[in-house]
Every structure is written in structure tokens, then in C-alpha cells.
């Protein structure tokens, strides 16, 4: 083993533990490379769209006047007679509970 110096103490800060990269900075780094990927994509795109010898679409030209309105309904029947009064709902009945 070797000797300790004094420069070779522990860092106060760290408590003396070190950080290890674990399944979350797999899952960060897959993501970051994801956006890299999905920004080149969208820039080859981009460049592809507008830098070719191809003009680019027309839009379609609306000809005609404004729609006509629509037809006038008939007038609602008039409301019958309220239903009667059976008293007040029943208990329903209290569902099973979840198997498990």
C-alpha cells in the first residue's frame, strides 16, 4: 500500500464516497443521444425541403362565394307532462372487492 501525503486526504465536500453512474445515467445519455439523432434528422429535413431545384407546392386556390345558410328547423314540440315522482332511488348494490 502506499504512503498518504498530505495532499492525499480525504475531500471534505464528498464525504469521501464517489459517484457512480448507474441505470439513470444509461437512461440520460440514451436520451441525449435520442434528441441528437431526432435534431439531425429534422435539419437533413429542413435543408432537404429547401434547397432542392423543385418549387415548392402551389396551395390550392378557393374559387366560389360563401356557403349558404342552413335550412330553418322546425319548431321544437312542446315539453309533455313531468314524469311522477317515485321516491327516492334505491340503494345500489355494494361491488365485490378486487381479487388480489
Known amino acids: 500500500m502506499a504512503k498518504k501525503g498530505k ?3 480525504k475531500d471534505e465536500a464528498s464525504d469521501g464516497t464517489i ?3 448507474d441505470a439513470w445515467t ?4 440514451v436520451s441525449l443521444l435520442a434528441l441528437v439523432v431526432g435534431s439531425g434528422f429534422l435539419a437533413y429535413d429542413y435543408f432537404s425541403l429547401y434547397n432542392s431545384d423543385v418549387p415548392p407546392p402551389t396551395p390550392m ?5 360563401p ?3 342552413p335550412p330553418k328547423a322546425a319548431p321544437a314540440p312542446a315539453p309533455g307532462p313531468a314524469p311522477a315522482d317515485k321516491g327516492p332511488m334505491p340503494m345500489p348494490m355494494p361491488m365485490p372487492p378486487m381479487p388480489m
Open 19 to 21: 459517484a457512480v453512474n
Open 67 to 69: 356557403p349558404a345558410p
Open 61 to 65: 386556390k378557393v374559387t366560389g362565394g
Open 26 to 29: 444509461g437512461m440520460l445519455a
Open 7 to 9: 495532499d492525499d486526504k
